[in-house]
């Protein structure tokens, strides 16, 4: 094979992990099993990195794979796995088509300041925050990027289109309802964006080898690298023409000199080549000499036996992998084999509740005064799965899949919920609905193990916070009128209507409740809730409610 070929096969990878990876986080209707989910970010480091440390497995040691990778070819990860690698060859490219004269030129590496973000991040992550993570993660950036800014534009232009398919006998296309994006939240985002922008435009892949601290831990295994991009001393000519696409900055042409370990592995150098002045191959192999000198070149053949045991482990990885993705399934207890049908029905059964929830809701009445005692939530509320804020906060890259995810848009992004700390890591917001009652969508999907995998059972009775009633809120204490509408959606009855005058008034059995926030969404008051939910900072059991079996009385002999 041609080493000019290698670009176009990576043009190819790459746009089709971008293509992957942004569809996994626009899927409005959940068609997308979480198989295909799992392989799709598998290989994305940071997630899975977190996930590897604190539950050792190979189902989240997806970033040994790319470090073999990166051990072997270089980086690779950032030239064909990494969404915001693409997204600024993207437009180096559309600046290079409208900048024809746009070159590139070698510049040295800015190593204090590359090295001392890493090992800031390392020091932030040891002590339990992922703020330095958060804020430059490639990953959890696009993550953001395509949740808060692409995909709101691609709902509204998928309900244009529902509006205008109505009356055709083909339910493809039907009505998605969404939240606005807070704009704290979109401000982060763009920001983000055009920052990459920029950089990518002015200075290629400055980003990657400067700022992003998973582009920097990979250069220094790719410096060590089996396989690198040499110059080829005998056919090279010096024309500068590899230097000037090098979107790296990293080919010293007058020297003949690559800076390997910030090379991204784009390849561009060895499109351009007139002469084909590259080889790609084990450094020491073409050192003047050192094959003529050592005939029997037994360090060649280590080479070799290294290359082997290389791919051998690979193979192990992906072996263990699937086993690990087995005792996953063994652990969920979940009978169905089928989890596109099993996703489908829950979203399914999640728009219905919420048609009919959105008709109880808009039966309930108006209030006609503002309350007056606000909401004292002490914590905020996490996504089930998450086990304990603790945890979740040292856990969660805030890349908002979860968020894209979940049918009902409970969980919501956050800036600082979670203090500087915890930025743009979600929560659970019942002001834009509640966590339905079956409903374990997040939990299989999340990346970095955040949130772990819940069974549908185990969910019934997880406590994600407790119920709190202000009675001076609720308009049958400041209106005088019936209303029940928090009862009413209660999935576990943890919320009783009792006698209060003539009316009726409600009661809060916090044993039962499973903190879904079904009723402090469902509450009509204003501007404050008169029942809401107080999260709680360990996940609890909750006590099953008691049943009541009907007793009916069985006629032997038929009436008549």
């Not at 992957?20 to 994305?44: H, K, N, R």
């Not at 932030?124 to 995909?151: C, E, H, K, Q």
């Not at 489908?344 to 999640?350: A, D, E, P, R």
Request: charge should be positive; proline fraction near 6%; aromatic fraction near 12%.
């Amino acid at each position: 094979m041609k080493l000019e070929h290698l670009k176009i096969i990576r043009v190819v990878l790459s746009i089709i992990f971008f293509v992957a990876t942004t569809i996994v986080f626009i899927d409005l209707a959940g068609f997308i099993p979480y198989s295909v989910i799992d392989s799709v970010l598998y290989m994305q480091f940071v997630p899975s990195l977190i996930y590897f440390i604190y539950l050792p497995a190979i189902a989240g040691a997806g970033f040994i794979f790319i470090l073999i990778l990166t051990a072997l070819f270089g980086r690779v990860y950032c030239s064909t796995v990494c969404p915001i690698g693409t997204f600024q060859d993207a437009f180096s490219f559309i600046t290079k088509k409208i900048k024809r004269k746009k070159k590139y030129e070698y510049k040295k590496p800015h190593d204090i300041l590359r090295y001392s973000i890493l090992v800031l991040t390392a020091i932030f992550m040891a002590a339990g925050s992922l703020t330095l993570v958060n804020l430059l993660d490639p990953y959890s950036n696009f993550g953001r990027i395509i949740t808060d800014m692409i995909r709101p534009v691609y709902v509204i232009l998928n309900n244009e289109i529902a509006k205008a398919w109505e009356g055709n006998p083909v339910f493809y296309f039907y009505y998605f309802d969404f939240n606005t994006v807070k704009i704290g939240i979109l401000a982060f985002s763009i920001v983000y964006l055009l920052a990459i922008i920029i950089l990518s435009v002015l200075k290629g892949r400055l980003f990657c080898n400067t700022f992003c601290p998973v582009g920097t831990l990979l250069s220094l295994v790719s410096k060590y690298s089996l396989f690198q991009i040499t110059f080829d001393k005998e056919k090279c000519t010096a024309c500068g023409l590899c230097g000037n696409v090098c979107k790296a900055e990293c080919i010293n042409s007058p020297e003949m000199a690559i800076d390997f370990d910030r090379c991204v592995g784009c390849y561009n150098c060895l499109r351009v080549c007139p002469e084909s002045g590259f080889e790609y191959k084990i450094p020491f192999r073409t050192l003047s000499g050192i094959h003529k000198k050592h005939p029997n070149n037994w360090i060649l053949n280590q080479v070799q036996n290294d290359k082997e045991k290389g791919i051998w482990m690979l193979k192990q990885v992906q072996h263990e992998k699937e086993k690990s993705k087995w005792m996953l399934n063994q652990v969920q207890n979940d009978n169905s084999k089928n989890v596109k049908s099993k996703r489908n029905f829950i979203i399914i059964s999640g728009a219905i509740l919420l048609g009919v929830f959105g008709f109880i809701k808009a039966q309930a009445p108006k209030p006609k005064k503002e309350t007056k005692i606000p909401e004292k939530r002490k914590f905020p509320i996490i996504p089930p799965g998450a086990g304990s804020i603790r945890e979740y906060k040292a856990k969660c890259t805030g890349c908002h899949l979860c968020i894209s995810a979940c049918p009902s848009q409970v969980i919501q992004p956050s800036l600082f919920a979670f203090g500087l700390s915890g930025t743009q890591q979600p929560v659970m917001d019942y002001s834009t609905g509640f966590c339905n009652f079956n409903c374990i969508i997040c939990t299989e999907e999340c990346p970095s193990g955040a949130l772990l995998p819940v069974s549908k059972e185990k969910k019934k009775t997880l406590q994600l916070g407790k119920t709190t009633f202000i009675k001076d809120n609720c308009i049958v204490v400041t209106e005088k009128t019936e209303c029940g509408a928090c009862s009413e959606h209660c999935p576990t009855k943890a919320v009783q209507l009792v006698p209060y005058g003539k009316l009726l008034i409600p009661e809060v059995n916090n044993e039962i409740c499973v903190g879904c926030g079904a009723c402090e969404w469902a509450c009509p008051t204003k501007p404050f809730k008169a029942i809401y939910v107080q999260g709680n900072t360990v996940h609890l059991i909750a006590k099953k409610p008691k049943t009541e079996k009907l007793k009916e009385k069985v006629q032997e002999d038929f009436p008549f």
